[in-house]
């Protein structure tokens, strides 16, 4: 029979792998953004709450590419922990009216972003992913003699 304790850490272990895998993800995605090609946009609304939550903002830019015009809300990155100082930050950034920079995906435009690269906390995932993994491996090789 299993040891819960060995169960929990392996859990554990696959969790923190997971975590990795999605953390690579994230920044393999951040990374591809600047390599997207820009084009004049205008933010068409910026406001302080979303309709899906009161602490992101809402920002809509829209923007063409060839003949066809595209219309976005600026999306934040799960694990992206929302405020109010977020929100006025981004609508201060970007007010309704401005002219911006979008950048878009050449092999899907409707996919684009005002904010290519990696933002602050895309890392943050693949470390807590790669700590947890070691961590828990490290308990199941020494921690249960």
């Known amino acids: 029979m299993w040891n819960p304790y060995v169960i929990i850490l392996v859990l554990f272990v696959v969790a923190g792998f997971a975590a990795t895998l999605w953390g690579l993800s994230v920044i393999a ?3 591809r ?15 302080l709450a979303s309709d899906t939550d009161d602490l992101f903002p809402h920002i809509l830019f829209s923007y063409r590419v060839g003949v066809q015009t595209y219309r976005r809300e ?6 992206t922990n929302p405020t109010s100082e977020l929100a006025a930050s981004y609508v201060k950034k970007f007010p309704a009216g401005a002219s911006v920079r979008v950048f878009y995906n ?28 070691i961590f828990g491996i490290l308990l199941l090789v020494f921690g249960h003699s």
Do not use: H, N, V
């Not at 953004?33 to 406001?47: A, D, H, Q, V």
């Not at 600026?74 to 694990?79: R, V, Y």
């Not at 050449?106 to 790669?130: F, S, V």
């Open 33 to 47: 953004t600047l390599r997207w090609p820009s084009t004049e946009g205008t933010i068409e609304e910026s406001r």
């Open 74 to 79: 600026l999306e934040f990155p799960s694990g």
């Open 29 to 31: 995605k951040g990374r």
């Open 106 to 133: 050449p092999e899907r435009p409707d996919q684009a972003t005002l904010e290519p690269g990696l933002l602050q906390g895309d890392w943050m995932i693949l470390t807590l992913g790669i700590s947890a993994t």
